[in-house]
Every structure is written in structure tokens, then in C-alpha cells.
């Protein structure tokens, strides 16, 4: 079975509910407004006296979001401040998902992605003092049950509520999908409740024995500062923006403290005020880390392909379901024999003409926490009945059968993007004062004039280059899965600067 279809499948179920009528409200619209720099009370005036409802005004970058209705478009874009007006379009997340009160004990074995990275070769840097802004779908309501509490600064977790991106300090953990519990069990790790089937597939207990374990995380001493900007349709821009707009200010208000932005999703264009948001985070010393995308040859999504982000495909161990249907492969010893270990991903977006692609890590077949996934189907396509707001409960003896598993072996750039952020936080562990700041940050619609920042560079330069090549892997039913890529036949760019190991990237920071 092929994975583009897999997303295609989900895809289509999305695009059900974006038409889904919202009402019989008059067509008005929600845009995204730009302009040179900050709103000023008088031009947020002359915004609403155009036409336009103004719903969120960004403090750190030119621009507000707004619903417009459609006759009003014009009086809007004629406002001398205005320097574009967009629809406001929605961004998706790069998951595939084919798939307590005491500190549980440590995984006896490492998991695959990690021995993969060498992040046992981290030198006791663990990501300490470093913050992670996760933009994504929020958490479910039983998070507790899969993150460590401590791991998470819920003093600054919040939501931003889709369409115009309304602040909701309250909604963060009523997630629309467990997509962000994954991303962030995948950089600071979690527990492991190996009950029975755990992980969708294969025969057995995922660790060969019933019990709780503390599995590590790629930065397991970072914090995760939880934003949802997702609705389950999928993602705002304006919502997106409003939540780096909100961590740009975290950061100017906290100017010592190194803060990264994860996003675990993408869209097809760079829009003129997620640039700006952008620029002003990175400019405010805010690293971003963001997916390829899983659209394969069809190219790379935004933010990630946008030069001054650091961007991230997916690969996998080559020895993947090796011990099939026995599932316990993931805690197998990785050969220490670098990227010829590694595999590129068919679904990893390769790059197209005025997109960057930086850096490849693991994102295939991660064991992470996806509860509730039974209202996908078992392959982890969303089915008809699909409504993930009806499952954020963990399965109890009275109602296993409500969710028959809470773990799931999951694959995307998704979770690419969270192991280089992990590996990143690493890199801010040992030196705060990396950025990105010194990024070119050039004009929208010249990629030719952007170019990366100083801890990207060094990122890149510590990367392996991956040879093009064709492998044959284990698919998880046994059928082999054969992955090729920048040979014949799968000639586009794949790799960036290649494979990113931790304690080359730690080197690599003087
Ligand atoms: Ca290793
Ligand atoms: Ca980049
Ligand atoms: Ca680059």
C-alpha cells in the first residue's frame, strides 16, 4: 500500500469538512492583512471604517486578521498602510499516522531513532533551560497521562482559536488530534503504558513484557510550551501567526532564554504575514524548526521550505520490523555504521525550485503516544465516523473498547521536525546564544534572496550526506518496501546536507 495515498486519503476526508456549511452567516471571509509595520490604533480605525472586522492584531510584525465581507475587499486594499490582503487558508499537519503520579522506571533498551541520531552520545547535554513552542493541534485533556508534568510550562500553554486565530488561554488542552502529544512525547520523551497491542501492529507487547516505562526523548530536559493553533480541519494561518507572534513576545520579554518553535505542518505558499511573523521571530533570536512535508516529488510545504527555517525530511532505520510479527524491533541495537543505516522516506518532500530543504532525521515508524487513534481506521486513515472530540479519554477496564490502543508506530515529517528540534534544543543547552537572526531574509517572492542563519549553517555542516541510493525495507505487514531516492527514477533532491547526528551537531557548536 502506498503512503501518498494514505494521505491523500486523509486529505479528502479534510476537505469534506472545510466545505461543511458554517452557517448561514453573510459571506464574509477571513483574510490576512499586511502591512509594513505594526497596526496603529488610527489605521485599526480606518481598517473597520474599510469594512473589516478586526479580529487580531499582531504586536510585533505588520498586520491583523479580519473577516471582510466580499463588496468591502476593495475599500481594504486601498488603504495606503495595506500591503496585502489574503484569504486566510489552512495549513496541515505532516503526520502519517499508518498507525501517573510516579515517575515510571527507564526503558531498559533505546529506541531505534534515538541510536540512530547518537543521542547517546549527547555528553550529558539534555536540552536544560531550553524552551520548545510547540504550534500544533494542543494536547487531549489526559495529557498527564502521557507527558511528565514537569516537562511542561503550562503557565505559558495556549490556544489560538481558528478562523482569525482568538486567543483562548484555556482551550490549549482540548486537543483536535493527538498529533501534538506525538511531537512533543518526541522531544522530551514519555511514559509508556505497554498494556496489550500496544503500537497498532504485530504480535505481542512492543517491549516483550506487560508494564510502565519512561521512554527518553531526543531533549528530554527541554520544556514544551504548548500552543494549539489547529482546529480539526487543520490550521489557521491566522492562528499560526498569532502564535509566533505570541512567542516572539515571550522571547523579547525573556531575552536570555533560548526559545524554539516547532511546526509539525505546512501549506503550499509563503504567505506575506506568516513571512513577517516569521522575520520577527527570528529577528527577536527565536529558532524555528519546521516539516519538508510528506508530498514527496510534489515538493515541500511552508514554513519549512522558506530558506531562514530550519527545515526537515523524514528517513528511518533500513532494519525496520525485523523481528516480525514479534514488534519489539524498535528497542534492537542500531549498528554504529552512520547513514548507511538510514534510509530516506518515499513520502519526504523533496526539494523544488525556490524551496530549502536543510537537513533529513528519523521519521518513520516512531513508537509515540496517538490515543484514541481507533477512530482512525487500524492503518490510521481517518474513516467516516471519524471525530477525535469524542475519544480524549485514556481506555479504562470499564471502556477498553473505547480506545484499544494509545500508542502508535507513526511516521512523518512530523516527527522529523520534533527530533531536529530536539537535537537543536541540545545545541542551545550547550551555547543559549545561537540563533537564526542573521538570516537573509530577502523579499517573499525571491527565494533567491533568502539564505539561513548562523546556527543552521552550523546544523547543516555537521550533517552526513546521504548517497542516493535504492534499499529494500520491511513494511510493518512483512511486504517489502522498497525506498529510493536522488538515483534513477528518484532523481529530485532528497537529503538537504544529510543525516543529522547528535554529537556531530554538538561538535559542531564551538
Ligand atoms: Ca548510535
Ligand atoms: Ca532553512
Ligand atoms: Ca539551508
Known amino acids: 500500500m502506498n503512503r501518498g495515498v494514505r494521505i491523500f486519503a486523509l486529505v ?21 492583512i499586511g502591512s509594513a509595520a505594526p497596526l496603529t490604533p488610527d489605521q485599526v480605525q480606518q481598517l473597520q471604517g474599510a469594512g473589516a472586522s478586526v479580529v487580531h492584531v499582531y504586536v510585533n510584525f505588520g498586520g491583523a486578521s479580519a473577516t471582510i465581507p466580499s463588496p468591502k475587499l476593495s475599500a481594504v486594499r486601498a488603504l495606503p498602510f495595506v500591503t496585502s490582503v489574503n484569504e486566510d487558508t489552512i495549513r496541515q499537519l505532516d503526520a502519517i499516522t499508518v498507525a501517573p ?21 549527547s555528553g550529558g ?5 531550553v524552551w520548545v513552542a510547540v504550534l500544533d493541534s494542543g494536547f487531549y485533556p489526559n495529557w498527564r497521562d502521557y507527558l511528565d508534568p514537569d516537562s ?9 482559536i481558528a478562523a482569525n486565530g482568538n486567543q483562548n488561554k484555556n482551550q490549549w488542552d482540548v486537543g483536535s488530534d493527538p498529533h501534538m502529544m506525538a511531537v512533543a512525547a518526541t522531544i522530551v520523551g514519555y511514559t509508556f503504558v505497554d498494556d496489550t497491542n500496544e503500537g497498532g501492529w504485530g504480535e505481542g507487547y512492543a517491549t516483550g513484557a ?18 494549539k493553533v489547529c482546529e480539526p480541519i487543520g490550521c489557521f494561518g491566522s492562528a499560526i501567526n498569532a502564535g509566533v507572534d505570541y512567542v516572539t513576545t515571550l522571547k523579547k520579554e525573556n531575552e536570555d532564554q533560548p526559545i524554539v518553535i516547532n511546526e509539525s505542518l505546512g501549506g503550499g505558499s509563503l504567505d506575506a504575514t506568516e513571512k513577517a ?17 510528506n508530498s514527496g516529488n510534489a515538493g515541500m510545504g511552508f514554513p519549512g521550505a522558506y530558506e531562514p527555517v530550519i527545515s526537515t525530511g523524514a528517513g528511518g532505520w533500513r532494519d525496520q520490523w525485523n523481528t516480525l510479527p514479534d514488534k519489539t524491533w524498535w528497542l534492537d541495537v542500531v549498528p554504529e555504521n552512520g547513514v548507511d543505516e538510514v534510509f530516506v522516506a518515499d513520502f519526504s518532500s523533496r526539494q523544488l525550485t525556490g524551496q530549502y530543504l536543510d537537513v533529513v532525521s528519523t521519521g518513520r515508524f516512531m513508537l509515540l503516544p496517538y490515543p484514541c487513534a481507533n477512530l482512525y481506521t487500524k492503518d490510521g486513515e481517518v474513516g467516516a465516523h471519524t471525530n477525535v472530540r469524542t475519544c480524549a479519554s485514556k481506555a479504562t477496564p470499564d471502556n477498553a473498547h473505547a480506545a ?8 512523518g515529517t512530523s516527527f522529523s521536525a520534533p527530533t531536529i528540534s530536539g537535537i537543536v534544543a541540545l545545541m542551545l543547552d550547550k551555547d543559549g546564544s545561537l540563533n537564526n537572526a542573521d538570516a537573509a531574509f530577502g523579499t517573499l517572492g525571491n527565494p533567491a534572496s533568502w539564505g539561513p542563519g548562523s546556527l543552521e549553517v552550523l546544523l547543516e555542516n555537521s550533517a552526513t550526506d546521504i548517497p542516493g541510493e535504492s534499499v529494500v525495507t520491511t513494511f510493518r505487514t512483512g511486504v517489502p518496501d522498497t525506498e529510493c531516492w536522488e538515483t534513477t527514477g528518484c532523481t529530485l533532491e532528497a537529503t538537504g546536507h544529510g543525516w543529522v547526528f547528535v554529537d556531530d551537531a554538538l561538535t559542531a557548536v564551538p
Not at 12 to 32: E, R
Not at 101 to 115: E, F, G, K, R, V
Request: aromatic fraction near 12%; proline fraction near 9%; charged fraction near 10%.
Open 152 to 160: 511542561i510550562l503550562e503557565e505559558y500553554a495556549t490556544a489560538f
Open 12 to 32: 479528502a476526508i479534510l476537505s469534506t469538512l472545510v466545505a461543511f456549511p458554517v452557517g448561514a452567516a453573510p459571506a464574509a471571509k477571513g483574510y490576512l
Open 210 to 227: 506487560a508494564g510502565t516505562y519512561d521512554v527518553p526523548g531526543v531533549a528530554s530536559g527541554a520544556k514544551i510550551i504548548p500552543i
Open 277 to 293: 511573523a516569521i522575520d520577527a521571530a527570528l529577528s527577536a533570536g527565536v529558532v524555528m524548526v519546521a516539516s519538508a512535508g
Open 125 to 129: 547535554y539534555d536540552g536544560s533551560g
Open 101 to 121: 503520579s510516579q515517575a515510571p522506571p527507564d526503558l531498559p533498551l533505546t529506541p531505534y531513532w534515538l541510536d540512530l541520531i547518537n543521542a547517546e552520545n
Open 404 to 411: 484499544p490502543f494509545q500508542y502508535l508506530f507513526l511516521s
